[in-house]
């Protein structure tokens, strides 16, 4: 390991997601384990500009490996994305002795991340940490397993009340510009319809299979909408459209929201999270910098930060596949 590296400091930035807190939990103690101090930066980037700093240590993070959310609190600076405002940051964390940086966050924490490392030849890490699994770079990111897990429960439980009263639900689920949450929950829920950004099915395409589940003699059926999907402006629009199509059917719309980000994070998560944090921890020790790591094929690795800000993360055909076989 690297001795040049003293003092390691952590922040999460963008959306919070669950996992967030146990990673931040692993960088603190790896940070314990490696005799380097750590420092938590709260508030992401705004925090780095006003120096909100605390040292932390294994003390620090007990029992929030259980938590959603992030103790070290998140948000988005205007003022970091100008050069004014990152040379602030980065005098305040010099003058902290801050020589390092974990950024937890999505594609727009790790465009800081990079800016910051170009301008300042400053150390940095990144740590995938968004719902909607759109980073490239890895299989999973921090909070995904665990949205998909809440919105395959609260479909579940609409689908009783859609039996109940012969009614069609459109359901809609994050994703502004990808499908995974839409896709892999829907096939997990069974769901009829799964309308997703890199798919644009039609509004005619969606009727006439609803037309189908109708007189295949299902009484009620669910649409799992991904909010970024392109077929109509917004989910009430489709709603609207069946309903003068479809008048045999009473449709109502749930919009999930936030609570998918919500929540206490999954296994997989707290362990993914564990393994992130560590790995991110020891690639700063072994000098290595402008990296995010991630999980491909059940293996910690490094990708580097241009690549996972501008690479593609791409929707499973074969699940695209096996939603039409499945919901037919």
Not at 160 to 189: K, P
Not at 270 to 284: H, I, P, Q, Y
Not at 310 to 326: A, F, P, R, T, Y
Request: net charge negative; charged share 25%.
């Amino acid at each position: 390991m690297s001795t040049t590296i003293k003092k390691i400091g952590v922040l999460t930035s963008g959306g919070d997601s669950p996992g967030m807190n146990a990673a931040i939990r692993a960088v603190v103690r790896a940070c314990a384990y490696y005799n380097v101090e750590c420092v938590g930066i709260y508030r992401g980037y705004q925090g780095m500009i006003e120096g909100d700093f605390k040292a932390m240590g294994p003390r620090d993070v007990k029992n929030i490996i259980n938590k959603g959310g992030t103790i070290l609190k998140t948000a988005r600076s205007k003022e970091f994305m100008t050069p004014e405002g990152r040379k602030i940051a980065h005098d305040n964390l010099k003058a902290s002795g801050v020589d390092s940086l974990v950024v937890i966050g999505g594609d727009g924490s790790f465009t800081g991340a990079e800016i910051f490392n170009e301008e300042f030849g400053f150390s940095v890490i990144g740590i995938p940490g968004t719902i909607d699994n759109d980073i490239f770079g890895t299989s999973h990111t921090l909070g995904y397993d665990t949205a998909l897990n809440t919105v395959v429960e609260a479909i579940d439980k609409i689908r009783d009340t859609a039996n109940s009263h012969n009614r069609l639900f459109f359901v809609e689920v994050m994703g502004r510009d990808a499908g995974h949450i839409a896709l892999n929950a829907g096939i997990g829920a069974g769901a009829e319809e799964i309308l997703i950004p890199e798919e644009a099915f039609g509004l005619d395409r969606l009727v006439d299979s609803l037309k189908k589940s109708k007189e295949s003699g299902k009484t009620s059926s669910i649409v799992v909408v991904s909010e970024g999907d392109k077929i109509g402006k917004n989910v009430f629009e489709l709603k609207d459209y069946v309903e003068e199509n479809m008048p045999e059917y009473d449709v109502r719309v749930s919009v999930l929201g936030h609570m998918q980000r919500g929540g206490a994070p999954s296994c997989f998560d707290r362990v993914l999270a564990s393994r992130l944090g560590v790995k991110a921890v020891e690639s700063l020790l072994e000098g290595k910098s402008n990296y995010m790591v991630g999980l491909q094929y059940d293996k910690i690795t490094l990708t580097p930060l241009e690549q996972a800000i501008k690479g593609q993360s791409e929707i499973d055909l074969e699940l695209v596949k096996v939603s039409d076989i499945v919901s037919s």
